[in-house]
């Protein structure tokens, strides 16, 4: 009985680990055979324990420049993306114009549409326009559906602003141009910083855009997508698991760098 | 702390419409050099705007503002030597308080501060806290950082806007007198916009009662509540006693009113109204002004006072003070407060009292007006 | 010292010289929005007008396509491809159900149980965004391999007997079902459930908790009244984050199922990469498009919730 009380009081805390459970399930599987040492071409049935693949982890064709090509398309189309959507955002949290309804609408738009159509439909634009599929193809589509997070997450940082704020700055004899430059900018900087994440982490692993809009280029998401027709190298879980080890350690790192400013 | 000359702000037909509404009517208004002036009144009765338009924070639709004779209308926020202590402070959360009070001397091309922010500082007696962010510190602390940021800067004249509300009644009460021996210290012009009748009357040389965009009375302190011209500002300032008379007698020292079958008498030169007779007036009392005494002790009441009968309705103890609300026949609900010097037992409600007065204390309005104007404005606490 | 007065009215409400700095101002925000409009006009809303012409044309990639307004591609895409349109819709609806059923009670933990733990927990749900989702998705292969521990648990559960019964899974399989597809989805939009709810938890006083409590309503009647009513914003944006790429997705079925699990996703791809047949594909998704705008906008109309962004 006081196992069943037990269990009713922590249900909804049981409930939400097994949910994490399930979403950490295949990073852990990702991580463990990341050490295997498959039979066939499949990296798929556990065989026996290798570091091989973690000492070579460029051992594989075309795997480690696809890998540069994708941080490359995500560093760039994170900056294009976070400058255009931080001054549309800007727009939007500090001005009254007419054309507010319709300017919402087209950022809300590219968030609420299936991934394929926006990237048949640019697709078919690039193709009638005999424009080469590459490397500037796969950067205008990532800067196009990055925009729309970048403006939403900076968008609400400026809005929860307090204008005193900015007034307080002319109040003490900061031109516009410092106003924007010494209290603006660092105020919403949080936002950007979101936005720019974001948009780093969307760009870097998007697929299905990609897929229609690159031509012969491969990307790294291409790249493991190839791989499942033609067979998984190890390599691709030693890169997915250390891409996972770095963004945690980021993270961490960063939670003990203010926790430690916060308590000096 | 160098002595810095306040200068005189001079608003001429200064105004402010956002479309169709008015914030401010035109209005004239000079600001003595070295004063301390505050601009009184509820919420959305245009005292900020006034500020703001005094600041360059806000456009004025029509007039000029003057500072020490030249005009500054055209100019930005920051080309003026005006600075402001804005409601709940507005200190930059990115920045330490050391560079919060630096700011504006940082803006200014000044390179060495680093002397002017920590004697600053001490001024405020916030030294230790140098290094802290704005959230690290308490309500008090905040508003004192907002008050040196800006006061570093030796403005001609310091605006504050709502500088105390958030605080609490007890801090509050400090940081009044705190700012009352700053401005003495420092002799800027400053303008204080509050909707705190109390804090208006302790810290300022003069108020401005505002009422709908427009100014309804101004004066020192101690004139406004005394001689109120409106019943707005006998309501918003303190509580009146306001009581419907019909003047019997016009002409000579004293106006003769009746009200409820009871004679009072009004001083002429007190009455705001023209008083013709036949006519009715609203005559006013201040209920401290009102002494009670139990209806059987009526025959020591000295002749000469004004006097109404009355039954007790309501009494509230407040320690120093008692007060009453007396039902009466002629002239409804009045407010008595009587000090608790020697307290007549007899004084509970349901007892048959006598209100009297010294006709002297009586003020006289326009009995047009709202009689309810700003009565319950005047509650109101942020 | 003057008393106030009134002063005669201004002539014009704008201040001399204040119409050429206002005009300026005016036009600050266009300047602002110029360059990212411009960059969402040219390459995602132009192309999709571009797409509905390339609907309605006909012709092949030798001789190039015209258009001759014939609509019969979109006859002919619904009449051919019905089958994964309803099997998208119902995959990505019972994916965005089980979203929901499985993201609440840990966005629930994260809000209000998780304490110190709470920025663990959150690096633990958006860390795995490090690692490609497709090989994340590829995992799935090994965790759901036939004869692996997860089918010989269910096995012996006789889970799969019930499951093959209902239709989602074959035989002693749960790879290439509907099953290891509606899963792979599940997982993949997860945490697009799991942020929005946690947002609009998290705003939730915990003192409302105990003033529900004090007003007599037991923990479930807490929920039901106060808890999820108030958390509807975070509900409405979840599931649509979760149900419109689930409806437009073709990794999972291509990698977990099997060509009976085909979505709508897959044959657009397939039509636009391999078949090289631009019109129906442009028709698929045109509909496709069209399909999800409607449901979305029906939602949020009962939702009552229309500012999400």
């Not at chain 2, 009466?328 to 608790?340: I, K, S």
Request: some cysteine; charged content about 15%; aromatic content about 10%.
């Amino acid at each position: 009985m006081a196992v069943l009380r037990w269990l009713r009081r922590h249900l909804v805390v049981l409930a939400g680990l097994g949910t994490l459970g399930y979403l950490i399930l295949p990073n852990l599987v990702v991580l463990v055979f990341s050490f295997n040492k498959p039979n066939g071409r499949f990296n798929y049935a556990w065989q026996r324990f290798s570091a091989d693949a973690w000492a070579d982890p460029c051992g594989v064709a075309d795997l480690c420049g696809s890998l540069g090509l994708s941080l490359r398309i995500a560093l760039w189309a994170t900056a294009g993306a976070t400058v255009l959507g931080t001054m549309i955002a800007f727009a939007l949290a500090r001005y009254r114009f007419r054309a507010r309804p319709a300017v919402n609408t087209l950022i809300f738009l590219p968030m609420a549409m299936p991934e394929v159509v926006m990237a048949a439909s640019l697709a078919t634009l690039f193709l009638n326009m005999g424009i080469r599929f590459g490397f500037w193809t796969i950067l205008i589509a990532h800067i196009m559906f990055c925009l729309s997070f970048v403006v939403t997450a900076v968008k609400a940082r400026v809005m929860s602003m307090d204008p005193r704020l900015e007034q307080a700055a002319q109040d003490l004899y900061a031109s516009p141009a410092q106003t924007f430059l010494r209290v603006t900018l660092p105020i919403a900087a949080p936002g950007i910083a979101a936005g720019a994440l974001l948009s780093f982490a969307l760009s870097f692993d998007d697929f299905i855009i990609t897929n229609f809009n690159a031509g012969s280029t491969v990307t790294f998401p291409m790249f493991v997508w190839g791989s499942a027709q033609r067979g998984t190298p190890v390599q691709i879980n030693v890169i997915g698991t250390a891409m996972f080890l770095i963004a945690v350690l980021c993270v961490l790192g960063g939670q003990l760098l203010s926790g430690r400013r916060k308590r000096s | 702390m160098t002595q810095t000359s306040g200068g005189d702000v001079r608003l001429s037909g200064i105004s402010k419409t956002y479309g169709s509404f008015t914030a401010v009517h035109p209005l004239d208004l000079t600001v003595p050099a070295g004063s301390f002036f505050a601009l009184l009144g509820a919420s959305g009765c245009g005292k900020t705007t006034t500020l703001r338009m005094i600041a360059g924070l806000e456009d004025p639709s029509a007039g000029t503002v003057e500072l020490d004779g030249r005009d500054i209308t055209a100019l930005p926020p920051y080309k003026r030597p005006v600075n402001t202590v804005f409601q709940n402070y507005a200190l930059f959360p990115h920045l330490d308080i050391f560079e919060n009070i630096a700011f504006g001397l940082r803006r200014r091309g000044i390179k060495t501060v680093k002397k002017q922010v920590e004697e600053m500082l001490d001024l405020v007696e916030l030294g230790p806290m140098a290094r802290r962010k704005p959230t690290q510190l308490s309500g008090g602390q905040q508003q004192r950082v907002a008050v040196a940021r800006a006061l570093i800067n030796h403005p001609q004249v310091l605006l504050l806007d709502e500088p105390l509300g958030a605080l609490d009644l007890k801090l509050r009460r400090q940081m009044q007198l705190e700012l009352k021996r700053i401005q003495t210290e420092v002799g800027i012009t400053f303008v204080h916009v509050t909707h705190d009748q109390e804090e208006a009357m302790t810290m300022a040389d003069t108020v401005a009662v505002m009422n709908g965009g427009r100014v309804e009375q101004l004066g020192a302190p101690a004139d406004l509540y005394e001689n109120p011209g409106t019943t707005f500002v006998a309501n918003f300032l303190g509580t009146s006693n306001l009581i419907e008379a019909e003047v019997v007698t016009a002409g000579g020292d004293d106006l003769l009113l009746t009200a409820g079958g009871s004679k009072l008498r009004l001083p002429a030169g007190r009455c705001r109204a023209t008083a013709r007779t036949g006519g009715t007036v609203l005559a006013g009392v201040r209920p401290e002004k009102i002494s009670l005494a139990h209806a059987g002790d009526a025959g020591t009441i000295a002749d000469g006072r004004n006097r109404l009968t009355g039954r007790i309705a309501h009494a509230g103890f407040l320690g120093v003070s008692t007060q009453y609300v007396v039902e009466t026949p002629g002239a409804g609900r009045l407010a008595v407060y009587e000090q608790n010097v020697e307290r007549d037992a007899r004084l509970a409600p349901g007892a048959e009292v006598v209100l009297h007065w010294n006709p002297a204390h009586t003020f006289g309005l326009d009995a047009s007006q709202d009689i309810g104007a700003g009565a319950d404005t005047g509650e109101e606490t942020a | 010292m003057t008393t106030a007065t009134e002063a005669p009215p201004p002539a014009s409400a704008d201040a001399p010289g204040g119409r050429a700095r206002g005009t300026r101002k005016r036009l600050v925000p266009y300047w602002l929005l110029l360059p990212g409009i411009l960059w969402l006009v040219v390459f995602f809303a132009a192309p999709l007008v571009y797409q509905a012409s390339t609907s309605v044309q006909t012709g092949s990639l030798e001789e190039g396509f015209k258009v001759t307004w014939h609509f019969a591609a979109y006859w002919d895409a619904l009449g051919a491809y019905w089958p994964q349109f309803l099997r998208s819709v119902g995959y990505a609806a019972t994916a965005t159900v089980l979203c929901l059923v499985l993201g609440y009670p840990l966005a629930y933990l994260i809000a209000f149980k998780a304490g110190r733990w709470r920025n663990v927990v959150m690096i633990l749900v958006i860390a795995p965004f490090f690692t490609s989702f497709l090989i994340r998705t590829l995992a799935w292969k090994t965790i759901l391999a036939d004869g692996g521990p997860v089918v010989g648990v269910l096995n012996s559960l006789h889970v799969l007997d019930v499951t093959s019964w209902l239709g989602l899974t074959e035989g002693q399989r749960v790879l290439a079902t509907p099953l290891a597809v509606v899963c792979g989805l599940t997982y993949n939009f997860l945490p697009f459930m799991v942020l929005p709810l946690y947002t609009s938890l998290e705003r939730i006083d915990p003192r409302l908790h105990e003033a529900a409590g004090d007003l007599y309503a037991r923990p479930v009647t807490t929920f039901r009244r106060v808890t999820f009513p108030l958390s509807m914003p975070g509900v409405v944006a979840g599931t649509l984050l979760t149900f419109i790429p689930a409806a437009g997705d073709y990794i999972n079925a291509e990698l977990l199922g099997s060509t009976d699990q085909k979505m709508i996703g897959n044959v657009i791809q397939s039509q636009f990469l391999r078949v090289l047949d631009y019109p129906t594909a442009a028709a698929l998704s045109f509909i496709l498009m069209a399909a999800i705008l409607a449901m979305v906008t029906l939602y949020i109309r009962k939702s009552g919730t229309e500012d999400l962004v």
